[in-house]
């Protein structure tokens, strides 16, 4: 049997590689050959390990499995043994041997990577976004034995987004705190992550170069971020340009890098400027919550009418 896990989700694509070994292991009772393979590492060992192990014979009736992580597409030329091997021992009708492929990338050109996809049991995993964030976020609180209210889970979304490694530190970290997460407790523990993008898109927005500004928003798009996080990291930045313009000589609080990135942007606003687009990025906040206008249109927009 061939499984094949890929795509740029590496949580959820780690918490099904583990789930399958724990399955593994309940089912033989820990009799079965595990071999772990990193491509990272082993490039050129990994036709002849799965060689050899799909050719070991036991005198037991002994279950194989085979984690081949890190599989790179990029050089096709490198993955043609292993190509050659699976076709050859027709391993994805052997019911003796499990042989997970593992990888962060995607390489639609490559042979091995076609052949998997039609060949293999597989599953791809994108970066959670919108309703399914919010779900999972739910589920993984109620499976800690917690409980979260909707506005909490908002603005969690709004300040961390789709990296679920970082998603799942914060929310361990919440609970540590408070077993009932509120909207209080995220402005108490979490801190938004203001990324470069972020940063460029506001300098773009500053300068009046809208151009700029839409084609850095379509690359942050690109990227799997979500539009519901780029809001809500506008509309904390730009929170943070009316504190700084209002109270140049203090320090809200903020990281020094943060809030030297901040002091430059605020000279390129004035603080009438800031409080029209600090209401208008709140409007739209609340017009998507109400589901009168799609995101991605509602942040064109507004950086088309600027």
């Known amino acids: 049997m061939l499984i094949f896990l890929y795509g740029q989700d590496t949580y959820r694509s780690r918490e099904e590689l583990r789930r399958i070994i724990e399955a593994q292991e309940k089912a033989s009772l820990n009799w079965f050959n595990f071999v772990r393979i990193d491509a990272k590492e082993k490039e050129v060992e990994i036709f002849e390990q799965i060689r050899q192990t799909t050719n070991t014979t036991s005198m037991f009736s002994e279950k194989k499995l085979i984690i081949a992580e890190n599989i790179s597409f990029a050089d096709p030329g490198a993955q043609d ?3 050659a091997l699976l076709k050859e021992k027709k391993l994805e009708k052997d019911e003796e041997t499990m ?4 990888s962060d990338e995607i390489g639609e050109k490559n042979e091995l990577f076609e052949f998997l996809k039609k060949s293999a049991k597989c599953q791809k995993f994108d970066p959670l976004k919108g309703a399914q964030l919010k779900n999972w976020i739910k589920n993984y609180v109620s499976e800690n034995d917690g409980n979260i209210d909707n506005q909490a889970i908002d603005k969690l ?3 961390v987004g ?8 914060e929310i361990n970290k919440l609970l540590s705190h408070n077993k009932k997460i509120g909207i209080a407790d995220i ?15 506001i300098d773009a927005i500053g300068t009046k170069n809208k151009n700029k500004a839409l084609k850095l928003m379509n690359s942050y798009f690109e990227k799997g971020e979500d539009e519901i996080r780029l809001l809500g990291m506008f509309v904390y930045q ?14 809200p609080g903020l990281h020094p890098f943060v ?6 942007q605020a000279r390129n606003f ?5 409080k029209k687009i600090y209401y208008q990025l709140l409007t739209i906040d609340f017009d998507i919550k109400l589901g009168k206008i799609n995101p991605t249109a509602a942040l064109e927009l507004f950086v088309i009418n600027l």
Do not use: C, H, Q
């Open 259 to 264: 809030l030297r990135k901040t002091e430059e």
């Open 81 to 83: 043994s292993v190509l």
């Open 270 to 274: 004035s603080f009438d400027e800031l």
């Open 157 to 159: 979304t709004e300040y």
């Open 162 to 169: 789709s990296d679920l490694w970082r998603m799942s530190n």
């Open 238 to 251: 730009f929170r943070n340009l009316i504190k700084v313009k209002s109270a140049p000589m203090e320090n």
């Open 99 to 102: 042989i997970v492929f593992w």
């Open 187 to 201: 402005g108490l523990l979490i801190k938004p992550e203001i990324d470069l993008n972020v940063f460029e898109i």
